[in-house]
């Protein structure tokens, strides 16, 4: 695709539900990255993969929070029994064959737990 | 990755040069310095980034001192769409390079 696409771009569930975000990233790029940012501040590093492979997964802030690449392509970031503090705007991005290594940000997903 | 210190906010005026400064004190000797921007609710957006030498390309110059230790985003005239935050971050250059560490950014505004 033209670049980095999430979905859903807007999701709001119950407390202690489920939510699982889509990331579909620039075809071809080898390393994709979620993050995650609150209102008024930048964004704030979750995990990353190259290709199928976990590589940091230092900044999930507990084992509620999973994410996976399976085929090396198409990535799901899952939260499990969601609390009011997981709210937050959800970043994708991929990067590797971009001549400067920079990073394509998607969207987003914001994420509302009521 | 290296820390970066940013001021929080500054104001331009329109049609003049915005200079955003960034300390990278501890930057290591691989780690180049990148600098994106974010518009509003939008995803951040690459701008420029550099080794040692100073660059240019058609959005901005970026200025990085001899000791690698501080840089400077310049947008030589500013417009009313440069007011974004702009972020400063350090980070390898080459392919797999890793995650980026954002810090708070400063909020340029623009003024007409």
């Known amino acids: 695709g033209a670049g980095v696409s999430q979905s859903p771009r807007y999701k709001v569930t119950k407390r202690g539900q489920d939510v699982a975000l889509r990331c579909d990233p620039i075809s071809g790029h080898v390393s994709l990255y979620w993050y995650r940012q609150a209102l008024g501040q930048g964004p704030e590093f979750l995990t990353y993969?190259?290709?199928?492979?976990?590589?940091?997964k230092s900044g999930l802030p507990n084992d509620r929070f999973s994410a996976e690449r399976p085929e090396g392509s198409i990535s799901t970031l899952t939260i499990q029994r969601t609390e009011q503090r997981d709210s937050a705007m959800y970043r994708c991005a991929s990067s590797g064959q971009g001549k400067y290594n920079e990073q394509f940000f998607g969207p987003g997903t914001r994420l509302t737990v009521l | 990755d290296a820390k970066t210190t940013q001021p929080p906010s500054m104001d331009c005026a329109e049609g003049r040069a915005a200079n955003l400064p960034c300390n990278h004190s501890?930057?290591?000797?691989?780690?180049?310095v990148y600098w994106y921007r974010q518009i509003h609710s939008q995803g951040p957006q690459y701008i420029i980034h550099?080794?040692?030498n100073n660059e240019t390309n058609e959005m901005a110059s970026l200025i990085i001192t001899e000791d690698r230790k501080s840089s400077t985003l310049i947008l030589p005239h500013a417009t009313l769409r440069d007011t974004a935050v702009y972020y400063c971050i350090v980070r390898g250059g080459w392919t797999n390079a890793g995650k980026s560490t954002f810090g708070d950014g400063t909020t340029l505004t623009v003024k007409p």
């Open positions: 501890t930057i290591s000797g691989n780690e180049y």
């Open positions: 993969f190259n290709y199928e492979a976990q590589q940091d």
């Open positions: 550099g080794l040692k």
